[in-house]
Each structure stands twice: as structure tokens, then as C-alpha cells.
């Protein structure tokens, strides 16, 4: 693929512990593979620091989220969604997330994750930015807060896509874009079966990095140079050249993230 072409990875936990032996090269290597956008999502204030100094490392590359990860809503959820607000009042980001909700390690915080993707939802409305959206066994439970709370200024994407052809449709009907990663490779991952039938305006690429490692990597950590492999995927899906791949879904991130 020619290095001039943009490839934009739309969610990526650049400050992971997992990259603190060679975090520098890792990023390095993404740029010098055409990967040099990267969005990060947060996860809790815990990682708030790390992610502030990455953006002053990397000020051409990265873009800082905010948000309260659903599988961090612990007894302290309001402390935390606290600490969402506060940043968000502070200074500027470019999405709320990632938020959602996950209910494949632990059910007992159901309540508190649906109170903490609701208050963060309107916290977007009210910034006027995109959501970035994570769901593990919720598919009903999110869909039924976005019914509730769907409008013309509430977008953004489904990060990490691995739902049905069905579930594509109504999250793409809420004005979200598909987040694209690793599971589009696996041979289990199903979506790949039915992503031709989507068009190429509504998904953004992702890494998820370091997990969800795309074949021929996968089991290992992932990292951003690795989109690269997804591309490559997309592009046989589509019968498109990887190229066009990366300026159509570079282009879908723009006009998510309004850079």
C-alpha cells in the first residue's frame, strides 16, 4: 500500500500497559504503515494522565475521548462519571467513550451501567459529539436506551461490530457507523459474511489494540500497524483497492469526529 494513503484507526488503547516496553517504535510503526490518526478511547480516570501525555507526544495523531467504560461502573460510578463531566468542562475532546454496555464478565452492575451510558449519552448531546459505543452480550439493552433517547444529534459508532446482519441495520438506523476490526478476519467472526451488503460509507476501521489482534496475528498483542490486515480484508470484501479503503473509512471518521 503507498504510505500517502490516510489510514485512520478509530479506537486504540495507545496508553495500555501492554505497550510501556515500546510504546515509541509501536507507534512508529503504525505511521510508517500509513496508520497516522489515532483515537483513544478512555476508560476511567485512572487513564486520564497517560492519555494527556500521549496527546502532547503525538499532537498530528492523537484524539482524546472521554467516557466511563461499562465494565469499570463499580460502586464509585458516580465519582467517576463526575470526573467524565469535569474533563469534559475543561477542555475539548472528540467523542464521548467508550460507554455501552457489557454484560458477558459480570451482570450484577446491569442498573448502574444503564444509569452511566444514559447520563453519558446526554453528556454527548450536550457537548454535541459522537458516541463511541461498546457491547458485549447487550445488544437489546443498548438498543432499547438508544430507541429512548434517538434524535438527529446523537451519532457515532458501534465500536468493535460483531453483532448480525439485522443488528447492523438498526445501529446504522440510530446514525452510528460500524467500527471494523479484527473479528472481520477470524474465521468465526461472521461479520465478514454479510459486510458486502453495508456500505462502505458506514464503517470506520479499528484495532481495539492490544486486544483483538487480526490473523494472521491473532493470540498476540494487537497493535495499530496491524489495521493494515483489516484493510486488505475490507478491500477483498468490497472488491475495492486497498487504497480506496482507506480514503472511504478515513473520510467516515472525519465526518464522525469532525477531524
Same mark, same amino acid.
Given at each position: 500500500?503507498?504510505?500517502?494513503?490516510?489510514?485512520?484507526?478509530?479506537?486504540?488503547?495507545?496508553?495500555?500497559?501492554?505497550?510501556?516496553?515500546?510504546? /515509541?517504535?509501536?507507534?512508529?510503526? $503504525?505511521?510508517?504503515?500509513?496508520?497516522?490518526?489515532?483515537?483513544?478511547?478512555?476508560?476511567?480516570?485512572? !487513564? /486520564?494522565?497517560?492519555?494527556?501525555? &500521549?496527546?502532547?507526544?503525538?499532537?498530528?495523531?492523537?484524539?482524546?475521548?472521554?467516557? &466511563?467504560?461499562?465494565?469499570?461502573?463499580?460502586?464509585?460510578?458516580?465519582?467517576?462519571?463526575?470526573?467524565?463531566?469535569?474533563?469534559?468542562?475543561?477542555?475539548?475532546? !472528540?467523542?464521548?467513550?467508550?460507554?455501552?454496555?457489557? &454484560?458477558?464478565?459480570?451482570?450484577?452492575?446491569?442498573?448502574?451501567?444503564?444509569? $452511566?451510558?444514559?447520563?453519558?449519552?446526554? %453528556?454527548?448531546?450536550?457537548?454535541? %459529539?459522537?458516541?463511541?459505543?461498546? !457491547?458485549?452480550? $447487550?445488544?437489546?439493552?443498548?438498543?432499547?436506551?438508544?430507541?429512548?433517547?434517538?434524535?438527529?444529534?446523537?451519532?457515532?459508532?458501534?465500536? !468493535?461490530?460483531?453483532?448480525?446482519?439485522?443488528?447492523?441495520?438498526?445501529?446504522?438506523?440510530?446514525?452510528?457507523?460500524?467500527?471494523?476490526?479484527?473479528?472481520?478476519?477470524?474465521?468465526?467472526?461472521?461479520?465478514?459474511?454479510?459486510?458486502?451488503?453495508?456500505?462502505?460509507?458506514?464503517?470506520? %476501521?479499528?484495532?481495539?489494540?492490544?486486544?483483538?489482534?487480526?490473523?494472521?496475528?491473532?493470540?498476540?498483542?494487537?497493535?495499530?500497524?496491524?489495521?493494515?490486515?483489516?484493510?486488505?480484508? &475490507?478491500?477483498?470484501?468490497?472488491?475495492?483497492?486497498?487504497?480506496?479503503?482507506?480514503?472511504?473509512?478515513?473520510?467516515?471518521?472525519?465526518?464522525?469526529?469532525?477531524?
Amino acid at each position: 500500500m503507498e504510505t500517502k494513503t490516510i489510514i485512520t484507526d478509530t479506537h486504540t488503547h495507545l496508553y495500555s500497559e501492554e505497550f510501556d516496553q515500546d510504546r /515509541t517504535e509501536m507507534i512508529q510503526r $503504525a505511521i510508517d504503515t500509513g496508520v497516522t490518526r489515532f483515537f483513544i478511547p478512555a476508560i476511567d480516570s485512572t !487513564c /486520564t494522565k497517560a492519555m494527556y501525555e &500521549l496527546e502532547k507526544n503525538y499532537p498530528e495523531n492523537v484524539f482524546l475521548m472521554m467516557g &466511563l467504560h461499562p465494565t469499570y461502573v463499580k460502586e464509585n460510578y458516580l465519582e467517576e462519571l463526575q470526573h467524565v463531566e469535569n474533563e469534559l468542562h475543561k477542555r475539548n475532546f !472528540c467523542a464521548i467513550g467508550e460507554i455501552g454496555i457489557d &454484560l458477558y464478565w459480570d451482570k450484577t452492575h446491569l442498573q448502574e451501567q444503564q444509569i $452511566a451510558f444514559r447520563t453519558q449519552i446526554r %453528556l454527548a448531546k450536550q457537548y454535541k %459529539l459522537p458516541i463511541v459505543i461498546h !457491547c458485549r452480550e $447487550a445488544f437489546d439493552e443498548i438498543f432499547d436506551i438508544l430507541e429512548d433517547e434517538k434524535s438527529d444529534d446523537l451519532f457515532g459508532i458501534f465500536h !468493535c461490530f460483531s453483532g448480525t446482519y439485522e443488528q447492523a441495520l438498526r445501529a446504522i438506523s440510530y446514525n452510528m457507523k460500524l467500527g471494523i476490526g479484527g473479528v472481520v478476519t477470524f474465521k468465526n467472526g461472521k461479520i465478514d459474511q454479510f459486510l458486502h451488503l453495508i456500505d462502505l460509507k458506514d464503517i470506520v %476501521l479499528e484495532t481495539d489494540s492490544p486486544y483483538l489482534a487480526p490473523i494472521p496475528f491473532r493470540g498476540k498483542r494487537n497493535e495499530s500497524s496491524y489495521l493494515v490486515a483489516i484493510v486488505d480484508k &475490507l478491500a477483498q470484501i468490497y472488491n475495492l483497492s486497498a487504497n480506496e479503503i482507506a480514503k472511504v473509512t478515513t473520510q467516515n471518521s472525519k465526518a464522525i469526529f469532525g477531524i
